[in-house]
């Protein structure tokens, strides 16, 4: 049983061949992922990493366990820095490491980076009302269930809800007056 894991910054060394079958569907593992359908390849992957660092708009981070094996991703952003509010997505892309609570501990490591080190005030993000793995990971991790935006997406010729999910940064929420 994993105990531990560790986020670090993802570096384009990361992104190997492991790393890229992440990003393969043949499972139906990413159906949730993307609610545009978006497909993604190597050349893809490194612009989007190669981008966020140069704009300083988003951030990956690595997922491992503690023996080093790669797990997974959180991605930090798009962020906004006037109003200092960012998405949050979570990645368990290595398959091995699936339904064994990780996500949320990942996600809860992920807030306290975008917090702390991004000075993040509001993480939000969103996902198909029948993802419960993903509602239930970042549930358990401190986000609440903010709003459902009825028949948001739209799955194989049928209309799906979005259940929109938010975390607030301590320092600037819950203060006593």
């Not at 190997?16 to 993307?34: I, K, M, P, R, V």
């Not at 993480?123 to 970042?138: Q, V």
Request: glycine share 8%.
């Amino acid at each position: 049983m994993l105990n531990e894991i560790f986020l670090r910054p993802l570096e384009i060394i990361d992104i190997d061949a492991e790393y890229l079958s992440w990003y393969t569907n043949n499972d139906g593992h990413l159906n949730y992922f993307t609610g545009s359908g978006r497909s993604f390849d190597r050349e893809t992957l490194l612009k989007d990493f190669q981008e966020g660092i140069a704009t300083k708009r988003w951030y990956y981070y690595l997922i491992q366990s503690q023996s080093g094996e790669k797990i997974g991703n959180v991605k930090i952003g798009p962020i906004d820095t006037r109003n200092k509010t960012s998405d949050l997505v979570c990645l368990i892309g290595n398959r091995n490491f699936l339904g064994k609570g990780l996500a949320s501990k990942a996600i809860e490591k992920a807030n306290e980076i975008a917090f702390e080190k991004h000075d993040i005030r509001r993480l939000h993000g969103g996902m198909y009302a029948s993802n419960i793995p993903s509602i239930k990971a970042y549930t358990k991790a401190g986000w609440i269930v903010e709003a459902t935006f009825k028949g948001f997406y739209w799955v194989n010729g049928l209309p799906e809800d979005r259940v929109c999910v938010a975390c607030f940064n301590p320092s600037y929420f819950f203060k006593e007056a």
